[in-house]
């Protein structure tokens, strides 16, 4: 264990040492958050222009630098030890790189890219199809490469040794996980220090899970290497915000935890332990459904719920601080299901 703090310290310190030069590179390459017109699925104004507002010329790119990081010093820590590069440290490599290409490019769009409406719709769709896809692949390796297929029910494994036997299924049931996990991290990346911090505490519980896992040494490695250079992040990242990490990270991170939480076989674990994900996504489809079937009512003031709570007036420090709480008590509450009945 004593290694793996000292990788954590080593990426915090590599990370540090390059942050600053990093954001004024972003600041160079114009890299920065744009004045964008927010409108609602029905075409009306939201009230997100005037929350937001002072986030415009933030610079936003801060991801690559953090996967670099973790690359990095999960390669040297292989290369200097008697670990040795497997399926496992394979997968999380290629969940990484496929989500994080994905990331980057979407964030070069929003930077650089056609504005027109319809170019934006086809974005989104091709975002989407590009993100089953690289799903699908990931899965497939979990499923073929590494064999997993079953899946356990937390309480009832303990007490029965009973656990689901997915087969084939696996695949699409992973693939749904891992899509619907980045999507909630990305949607919950919408206030300084909120998102990262809220990593932060979801990846230490999966780290305190890692122990009853076979592959928890290589899922240790990776937790280690992402929780060092986020520490530095969100130093630069909590209200107000000096950097922001985009698509880039906020894609890329969220598949890697829903693929450890796979592998480590929490994955009904998951929905706890990333609660506030969970809430912070179920909130924006809620509105999007109350639209389309209320005649355009709202639910939220503005959804996803972070900013809702803007909107009714508390400040952004207030939310993210909360949400950091509520963060903290999910994961305990996993980590009791997770581990009942284990001793």
């Known amino acids: 264990m004593d290694k793996f703090f000292g990788i954590l310290l080593l990426s915090s310190s590599f990370t540090a040492l390059l942050m600053v030069p990093f954001i004024n590179l972003l600041y160079f390459l114009k890299f920065r958050t744009p004045q964008v017109e927010s409108v609602d699925s029905l075409g009306r104004k939201t009230p997100f222009n005037k929350l937001m507002g002072n986030k415009v010329g933030t610079p936003t790119g801060g991801g690559v630098l953090l996967i670099t990081s973790t690359f990095l010093f999960t390669l040297i ?189 929490q994955a009904l674990v998951l929905p706890i332990i990333g609660g506030m994900f969970v809430v912070e996504g179920a909130s924006s489809l809620i509105q999007m459904l109350s639209f389309k079937f209320r005649n355009g009512k709202r639910v939220f003031k503005i959804a996803p719920l972070h900013h809702h709570f803007q909107v009714i007036g508390w400040e952004e420090t207030k939310v993210t601080m909360r949400f950091w709480l509520f963060g903290i008590v999910l994961a305990f509450a996993g980590l009791f299901l997770a581990t009942f009945g284990l001793g």
């Open 77 to 265: 820590f292989y290369g200097l030890t008697q670990f040795s590069l497997n399926w496992t440290a394979w997968i999380l490599f290629a969940t990484l790189f496929l989500f994080g290409m994905l990331g980057l490019y979407d964030d070069w769009l929003k930077f650089f890219g056609v504005k027109e409406k319809k170019a934006w719709l086809f974005d989104f769709k091709y975002k989407l199809f590009v993100q089953i896809l690289f799903g699908i692949i990931v899965s497939s390796l979990l499923y073929y490469k590494m064999g997993l297929h079953l899946i356990s029910i937390p309480v009832i494994t303990a007490l029965t040794s009973f656990r689901l036997e997915l087969g084939w299924w696996f695949i699409p049931i992973a693939a749904f996980i891992i899509i619907s996990t980045s999507n909630a991290f990305n949607i919950a990346d919408g206030l300084d220090g909120l998102s990262a911090g809220l990593l932060v505490i979801a990846l230490s519980a999966f780290w305190a899970l890692t122990g009853y896992s076979s592959y928890g040494g290589d899922v240790s490695l990776f937790i280690a290497t992402i929780i060092g250079a986020l520490l530095v992040y969100l130093y630069f990242n909590i209200f107000p915000a000096r950097i922001f990490y985009g698509d880039t990270a906020a894609l890329a991170f969220g598949a890697v935890l829903a693929v450890i939480a796979l592998i480590l076989d």
